[in-house]
């Protein structure tokens, strides 16, 4: 089966440089990649699409003129109170804070939002409820949902820092017979 994932278009939050909120939009930018998106999609069957429930996801689905099924557990990380600040804010605001979380984020717990290990936990789940289905899906997702799910071709959510995804592109994870590789990683057509 293949996991086809599209990163959401460019959103207001990418261009102004700061941890993303739930309900940031595409730019205009980014309503182009996913029309980019949406011919490359046309050379892929799938039986279904699942898709964050986040605003910019949401836009994204609009624009690949798909209909999908609403995934908590394919929705970014939860950027809890860094959410909406920059890097220098973030530092500024939550010196403690962020020291700790660039240090270890995988298993720190931003405050009101999750560690990488935990999102990586809840896209486990699905990915393992995706698999007994055996059906090639769509899912219509985020960078760090993307690079968690390469990683989890390894068991092991410490190569998240090694993958790369930009807006608008498309990864492919394919299982047979539970060995899982990586088919393709963040195509693009400009």
């Known amino acids: 089966m293949d996991i086809i994932m599209v990163r959401h278009g460019q959103s207001e939050d990418n261009v102004s440089k700061i941890f993303s909120r739930d309900d940031t939009k595409l730019t205009e930018t980014g309503i182009q990649q996913i029309k980019n998106a949406r011919h490359i999609l046309k050379n892929?069957?799938?039986?279904?699409?699942?898709?964050?429930?986040?605003?910019?996801?949401?836009?994204?689905?609009?624009?690949?003129?798909?209909?999908?099924?609403?995934?908590?557990?394919?929705?970014?990380?939860?950027?809890?109170?860094?959410?909406?600040?920059?890097?220098?804010e973030l530092i500024k605001i939550y010196p403690d804070e962020s020291k700790s979380w660039f240090e270890d984020p995988h298993t720190y717990e931003v405050p009101e939002g999750e560690s990488l290990n935990m999102v990586y936990d809840r896209i486990d789940n699905f990915l393992e409820y995706a698999i007994e289905k055996g059906e090639d899906i769509v899912l219509v997702t985020h960078e760090g949902i993307i690079k968690l799910i390469c990683s989890w071709v390894f068991d092991d959510p410490a190569f998240f820092f090694k993958f790369k995804a930009d807006n608008g592109s498309i990864s492919i994870v394919t299982v047979n017979d539970h060995n899982k590789y990586i088919k393709k990683l963040n195509s693009s057509v400009l």
């Open 44 to 88: 892929y069957d799938f039986k279904n699409v699942y898709y964050s429930p986040l605003t910019r996801t949401n836009e994204t689905l609009q624009h690949l003129e798909l209909e999908g099924i609403e995934e908590e557990r394919i929705r970014e990380v939860n950027f809890g109170k860094f959410a909406g600040l920059t890097y220098d």
